[in-house]
C-alpha cells in the first residue's frame, strides 16, 4: 500500500484525535443538560440549549460516520499489507471484521431530525414570543411534541457519545495493540489477554523472528503435546508447547512437561522438547525436567524477556541464561 505501516499509524492517530474533539463537543452537554422538560411549558433558556444540542448531535453524527468510513478503510488496508509476522496481520482483519460488523454504523434518522428541527424552529418563533425573554402559552397539542422531540434529542445525544466512544477503543486498539506492535514489543500484560490461540501463534512469530523456520503451528489431535514445531538453518528441532493460562493464574504440572517429552522421543531424537507458559511450573515439574536435561522450560520470567526484551529464546532457555 501507499500509505505504509507508518502513513496507516499517522491516520489512525490522526482519526483518534477527530473522534477527542467530537467528544468533547458532546461532553460539554452532559452537566447541563436537563434530562426531562420544564413544567412551566416553553423556557426560552432551554429552547435555544435544546437547539444547541441539536446542532452539535447533527455535527458529531456526520463527523462520526466519516471516521467510521475512515478507520474501516484504514483496517482493511493495514489487513492487507505484508505485516510481520503473520499474526499482526491477522490481528489487523479481525479488528476489521468487528468494525464492519459492528451495529453502531448507522446514523441519525434524517426524516427526523428534519421534524425536531421544525418543532425547534416553531419553539423559537416570534409568533410565541411575549417580549422581555417570554413566551405566550403554546397549545397542549405543541407542548406535547415539543417533549417528545427533546427526550428525542437527549436519546440521540447519548447514541452518537456511546458510538463515540465506541469508535475510540477501536482506534485506540489500532494504535495500541497487536498490530502496529512487533512481537519484541509484546508485555506480560498483553499476553496475559491473549486468547489461547493467539498466544500460540505468539511463539510461532517469536520462533520466526529468532531465525527459525516453522513446519507446524497449532496443536491438536495427534500432535504428541506440542503446539509449534519448528527447525533452524542447521535442521535441529524444536518442539514446543504453549500453556496460556488467563492473567497469567496457573501453574504446568508435570504430566504436561512428560507428555511434551514423550512426544518428542517419538517425534525425532534429536528434537528439543520446550515448554513456554506465562504462568508458572511446579516444583515438580522442575525437577523432572532438569533431570538429564530432559525438557526446557522458559517460565513468565523467561517469556517476559523473550517476548518484551527480545532477547533469543537460545539464551533464554540457556542453563547460564
Not at 12 to 17: A, F, H, I, V
Not at 96 to 109: G, N, Q, V
Not at 174 to 180: F, I, K, R, S, Y
Not at 303 to 314: C, F, K
Amino acid at each position: 500500500m501507499e500509505d505504509g505501516e507508518e502513513g496507516l499509524r499517522s491516520r489512525l492517530t490522526n482519526l483518534r484525535e477527530q473522534l477527542t474533539r467530537v467528544s468533547a463537543d458532546l461532553e460539554r452537554h452532559s452537566g447541563t443538560l436537563p434530562r426531562k422538560n420544564s413544567e412551566t411549558g416553553l423556557v426560552p433558556v432551554e429552547v435555544t440549549a435544546q437547539s444547541r444540542l441539536l446542532s452539535d448531535v447533527e455535527k458529531s453524527d456526520k463527523a462520526l460516520g466519516r471516521v467510521y468510513r475512515d478507520l474501516r478503510d484504514a483496517l482493511a488496508e493495514l489487513a492487507e499489507l505484508d505485516l510481520k509476522p503473520a499474526r499482526r496481520r491477522q490481528e489487523a482483519a479481525r479488528l476489521y471484521e468487528r468494525l464492519r460488523s459492528a451495529p453502531f454504523p448507522r446514523t441519525a434518522d434524517r426524516d427526523v431530525i428534519g421534524e425536531i428541527k421544525e418543532t425547534f424552529t416553531y419553539a423559537s418563533s416570534p409568533l410565541l414570543q411575549a417580549g422581555d425573554g417570554l413566551f405566550f402559552q403554546a397549545t397542549q397539542l405543541f407542548l406535547e411534541r415539543y417533549a417528545r422531540h427533546t427526550a428525542a434529542v437527549r436519546s440521540l445525544h447519548d447514541q452518537t457519545r456511546d458510538r463515540c466512544e465506541t469508535l475510540t477503543a477501536f482506534a485506540q486498539e489500532a494504535l495500541e495493540g497487536p498490530v502496529l506492535k512487533p512481537p519484541v514489543e509484546m508485555s506480560l500484560d498483553e499476553a496475559d489477554e491473549l486468547h489461547h490461540r493467539a498466544f500460540e501463534q505468539l511463539v510461532a512469530d517469536l520462533l520466526h523472528r529468532d531465525g527459525f523456520r516453522i513446519v507446524r503451528s497449532g496443536g491438536g489431535a495427534g500432535d504428541q503435546g506440542a503446539d509449534v514445531i519448528a527447525v533452524d538453518q542447521f535442521g535441529r528441532r524444536i518442539m514446543l508447547q504453549a500453556k496460556h493460562f488467563r492473567k497469567g493464574q496457573g501453574s504446568v504440572g508435570q504430566p504436561v512437561v512428560q507428555h511434551l517429552y514423550g512426544g518428542a522421543v517419538a517425534e525425532h531424537q534429536a528434537t528439543l522438547p520446550v515448554v513456554v507458559t506465562n504462568g508458572r511450573f511446579t516444583a515438580a515439574a522442575k525437577v523432572w525436567a532438569a533431570e538429564r536435561d530432559r525438557v526446557r522450560l522458559v517460565d513468565r520470567e523467561g517469556l517476559r524477556r523473550w517476548a518484551q526484551e527480545g532477547v533469543p529464546l537460545a539464551d533464554v532457555i540457556s542453563p547460564s541464561g
